[in-house]
């Protein structure tokens, strides 16, 4: 292989690892709009590097197998759905803002993920240096709830509350996987016990009921996915339980209140209002076509739900397009983790990811999350690290198991970096 081609491929590898937790890191010192354009900058850098080292091999910009993928095929129908809601558009400038950031957030990482990740080992890394930082975000979201209004300025105070939430979830996730991937009592064991402590607290601590239910339901399908015995399940939701129990009862007063309040004024009750006003709305205008980020002018209601909210703005193939990347997108993580060998790494790997598509499915169902430019990159990389492992897999002729035992030589030849594979 030629050293520039090897420098491309490794500064690639570098620029996909980087960007995974740069959409959790955020400094105080830097305005949301600057911390969005360096990652936006970061991705797009990386995007150029795998155009020019996939044209330098000759092989096209883009692989067969990402665009045979069904996920590829219901985003495309879903972004050209947007783009020609512009004819139907109530602001033309909100409509062409949406056409723009949507393409930042949702085809770009989609494109460097698909494609530009050079090894397996690509991912476990993305996901190893993703943790430190979401340590960081919990702590200081308990922090924060813990000290009240004297809480010292970090450089995550300016969180959202979803943000966080999000963020503790895959963390909570992600170190149970890991705990779960060691079978010796080792430090790696107990440190992940700490880090799913840390964010199933952070996720308490923060009021995310919606990231709580959408971690614990990706948890029962991963321990099904892994074939747990029954006794490491039990084990497992016990301690769940025990972490729960002591998060609840470190929380304020007025937050462990609000944490069970599920009356007239708290957020679930007044979903379910917004569900069945937009549905009522919905069956006397089912077109929508309201244009690319907005709704009908005689609607005033949050919909408080995505799929409702691109059927206001898209109308219903828009709709019914996003529906489909979710499916696809979780169906493809699914036959992942069932292809792939039994507690290799590229199975724990695909356990994460599919945790972390479930929790941000579960966020669509109860929020709009893809108006949040680090949640929406997010998904997005792990649905396009989801492609490339499914190609992977389909290619590949080495077992699974052997993928990391392998030389780095043997994982070229195998799938990613042959000039002669992906066309």
Known sequence: MKPNRLLLLRLQSFLVIVSFPLTAIRLEFLDPHLRGILLAAVMLFGVGVVAFGRILGGRGLVSIQFLSSPVIASMLCYYLSGIASGFFAINRGEYLYEVATQALWYLVPLYLFGMGITSPRDVRRAVNCYLPVAIIVALAAILRVLVGQQAPQTMMASYSKSAVGDISAVLFLSCVINFLS??????????????????????????????????????????????????????????????????????????????????????????????????????????????????????????????????????????????????????????????????????????????????????????AFMGMHSDATLFFQCVGTVIMIDSFLARSRVPARQEFLGSERRLKQAAFVDGKTGK
């Not at 016990?238 to 944490?259: D, E, K």
């Not at 109308?315 to 996003?322: D, H, Q, R």
């Open 182 to 367: 060691f079978e010796a009592r080792t430090a790696g064991r107990t440190g992940s016990l700490v880090g799913a402590g840390i964010g199933l607290t952070a996720m308490i601590a923060t009021v995310s009921r919606s990231d709580l239910v959408g971690s614990l339901i990706g948890l029962l399908v991963v321990l099904k996915l892994k074939r747990t015995k029954w006794q490491t399940v039990a084990a497992v939701g016990i301690v769940v339980l025990l972490l729960v129990a002591v998060g609840y009862s470190i929380l304020p007063h007025r937050l462990a209140q609000r944490f069970l309040d599920f009356g007239e004024r708290s957020s679930p009750q007044g979903r379910l209002e917004h569900w069945s006003a937009t549905f009522q709305y919905l069956s006397e205008h089912p077109l929508g076509f309201a244009g690319w980020g907005q709704t009908p002018d005689a609607w005033m209601h949050n919909p408080s739900n995505m799929l409702l909210e691109a059927w206001l703005s898209l109308g219903p193939i828009g709709a019914v397009s996003l529906l489909c990347v979710f499916v696809f997108s979780i169906s493809t993580a699914v036959r992942n983790c069932m292809r792939a060998a039994p507690r290799s790494s590229l199975q724990d790997s695909s356990l994460v990811l599919l945790g972390i598509i479930i929790i941000m499915t579960m966020r669509a169902l109860q929020d």
